[in-house]
């Protein structure tokens, strides 16, 4: 694990291809069959990228205090967006927009500081040796399951061919050697697609010593089963954080890619909460966005992404530098830490009527005050008994309140201790 990572907070998604002339859902259109696979494909002919400027993306993701990006390099559809030599599957030989788009994205980030993420997809519901072989069940009658009925995904029982899927494992490595020889300095690997084979059948150790050897810094998702380096929650919060390091990864509407109905984009202050609870376990966001086929993006979206970039900037000192903060129960919020674990921030989303409490504090803080303002607060702790501290009552007065969060700072002349006991019985 790079240091950089833990101490990124936000990362943005870019989910874009063929599947934004309609708005479909990004190859699970065909896969489900709410499309055809030929009407599917047929959007190649509308994919322009006539508007893609990913200088464009790069300036307003560095300004909402981003630290990497995460383009989908190829999605389950094997549609690449790049020249790959592997086949003639890409925007580069068969769409109108006629051009790699993967180089121009790599340098944007680079003028940017912002960490270069390529997402892959290690299944390809387009190639016509990935469904040639079944992942080993306990029981072979699993195999007449609705599980195994797709075509995209798998092929009969007694139609398995090892000898086609060692030739999509060449195909699939060939594609990963592209990606991590012919654009510099990758930064992360976001794998996708990997639930429909074994860790053995993708060979995923190999996989891994070959993509180090190719980029040794990058770092790796979970979705590279065993061998990756961090987990990636999607689309739910999780109550309790996952073990190292990791990163919830959500949409700013219910889509990752544009689709035109979906006009159910997440509020700022609904996507600040999400940031903070996240950062406060210490976890990183990673935030989607889903450009239209001209490779501009969608304004809403832009709006939500400022929104939350006002937010930080304003309580940056809260965001970066930072690790998980409170053990869940002794504030009703967000919190996070220092690195000297001396000063605590809470990050409280509803407006109180007089006061916010913490439980826990074995020392009280020396100050007490609202960060983005300065405004100090009055405190004082009522209660406590032997080792069980008291509670930590904070006077809120309504003018210093965040519309989308309040974050106050608590400063301690030592570093910060807190009690998780039972009390006296």
Same mark, same amino acid.
């Given at each position: 694990?790079?240091?950089?990572?833990?101490?990124?907070?936000?990362?943005?998604?870019?989910?874009?291809?063929?599947?934004?002339?309609?708005?479909?859902?990004?190859?699970?259109?065909?896969?489900?069959?709410?499309?055809?696979?030929?009407?599917?494909?047929?959007?190649?002919?509308?994919?322009?990228?006539?508007?893609?400027?990913?200088?464009?993306?790069?300036?307003?993701?560095?300004?909402?205090?981003?630290?990497?990006?995460?383009?989908?390099?190829?999605?389950?559809?094997?549609?690449?967006?790049?020249?790959?030599?592997?086949?003639?599957?890409?925007?580069?030989?068969?769409?109108?927009?006629?051009?790699?788009?993967?180089?121009?994205?790599?340098?944007?980030?680079?003028?940017?500081?912002?960490?270069?993420?390529?997402?892959?997809?290690?299944?390809?519901?387009?190639?016509?040796?990935?469904?040639?072989?079944?992942?080993?069940?306990?029981?072979?009658?699993?195999?007449?399951?609705?599980?195994?009925?797709?075509?995209?995904?798998?092929?009969?029982?007694?139609?398995?061919?090892?000898?086609?899927?060692?030739?999509?494992?060449?195909?699939?490595?060939?594609?990963?050697?592209?990606?991590?020889?012919?654009?510099?300095?990758?930064? !992360?690997?976001?794998?996708? $697609?990997? &639930? #429909?084979?074994?860790?053995?059948?993708? %060979?995923?150790? /190999?996989?891994?010593? @070959?993509?180090?050897?190719?980029?040794?810094?990058?770092?790796?998702?979970?979705?590279?089963?065993?061998?990756?380096?961090?987990?990636?929650?999607?689309?739910?919060?999780? !109550?309790?954080?996952?073990? $190292?390091? &990791? #990163?919830?990864?959500?949409?700013?509407? %219910?889509?990752? /890619?544009?689709?035109? @109905?979906?006009?159910?984009?997440?509020?700022?202050?609904?996507?600040?909460?999400?940031?903070?609870?996240?950062?406060?376990?210490?976890?990183?966001?990673?935030?989607?966005?889903?450009?239209?086929?001209? $490779?501009?993006?969608?304004?809403?979206?832009?709006?939500?992404?400022?929104?939350?970039?006002?937010?930080?900037?304003?309580?940056?000192?809260?965001?970066?530098?930072?690790?998980?903060?409170?053990?869940?129960?002794?504030?009703?919020?967000?919190?996070?830490?220092?690195?000297?674990?001396?000063?605590?921030?809470?990050?409280?989303?509803?407006?109180?009527?007089?006061?916010?409490?913490?439980?826990?504090?074995?020392?009280?803080?020396?100050?007490?005050?609202?960060?983005?303002?300065?405004?100090?607060?009055?405190?004082?702790?009522?209660?406590?008994?032997?080792?069980?501290?008291?509670?930590?009552?904070?006077?809120?007065?309504?003018?210093?309140?965040?519309?989308?969060?309040?974050?106050?700072?608590?400063?301690?002349?030592?570093?910060?201790?807190?009690?998780?006991?039972?009390?006296?019985?």
């Amino acid at each position: 694990m790079q240091q950089w990572f833990p101490d990124a907070k936000l990362g943005i998604f870019i989910h874009y291809g063929i599947y934004a002339v309609k708005g479909i859902d990004e190859s699970w259109a065909f896969f489900n069959g709410k499309i055809g696979y030929e009407d599917y494909m047929a959007q190649k002919s509308g994919f322009t990228a006539s508007k893609y400027d990913p200088e464009v993306w790069a300036e307003l993701f560095e300004k909402v205090g981003a630290k990497y990006a995460v383009l989908t390099t190829k999605h389950h559809d094997g549609v690449a967006l790049w020249d790959t030599k592997a086949n003639d599957l890409s925007v580069v030989k068969q769409t109108p927009a006629g051009r790699d788009l993967l180089t121009p994205y790599v340098e944007a980030l680079r003028r940017h500081n912002l960490k270069v993420g390529f997402y892959f997809s290690h299944l390809d519901w387009s190639h016509p040796d990935y469904a040639t072989i079944l992942p080993k069940v306990d029981d072979p009658a699993e195999y007449r399951t609705a599980r195994f009925s797709n075509r995209f995904a798998y092929c009969e029982p007694d139609k398995q061919d090892p000898a086609r899927w060692k030739k999509f494992i060449q195909f699939h490595r060939q594609q990963l050697e592209e990606l991590s020889t012919e654009f510099g300095k990758l930064d !992360i690997y976001w794998f996708d $697609g990997e &639930w #429909e084979r074994d860790t053995e059948q993708f %060979d995923m150790k /190999g996989l891994r010593d @070959q993509l180090q050897a190719w980029q040794p810094e990058a770092i790796f998702n979970s979705r590279l089963r065993d061998y990756g380096d961090y987990a990636t929650p999607e689309q739910g919060i999780p !109550i309790h954080p996952p073990t $190292g390091p &990791w #990163e919830f990864c959500v949409t700013v509407n %219910d889509s990752w /890619g544009y689709q035109g @109905q979906d006009t159910n984009h997440k509020s700022v202050r609904q996507i600040v909460r999400m940031f903070a609870e996240t950062i406060g376990m210490g976890g990183n966001m990673l935030l989607d966005v889903g450009p239209y086929e001209d $490779g501009s993006l969608q304004p809403e979206q832009i709006k939500r992404l400022e929104g939350l970039g006002d937010w930080i900037r304003k309580h940056s000192e809260a965001v970066y530098g930072t690790e998980a903060g409170l053990p869940p129960g002794l504030f009703y919020g967000a919190s996070t830490l220092n690195k000297a674990k001396d000063t605590l921030y809470l990050m409280f989303f509803d407006k109180p009527f007089d006061q916010i409490a913490v439980k826990g504090l074995l020392k009280p803080p020396s100050k007490v005050s609202v960060v983005g303002s300065g405004a100090v607060l009055s405190h004082k702790t009522i209660g406590g008994l032997g080792e069980t501290p008291g509670m930590l009552w904070i006077d809120v007065p309504e003018e210093v309140i965040d519309p989308n969060s309040t974050v106050l700072k608590l400063e301690f002349d030592h570093p910060i201790e807190v009690y998780l006991g039972a009390g006296r019985d």
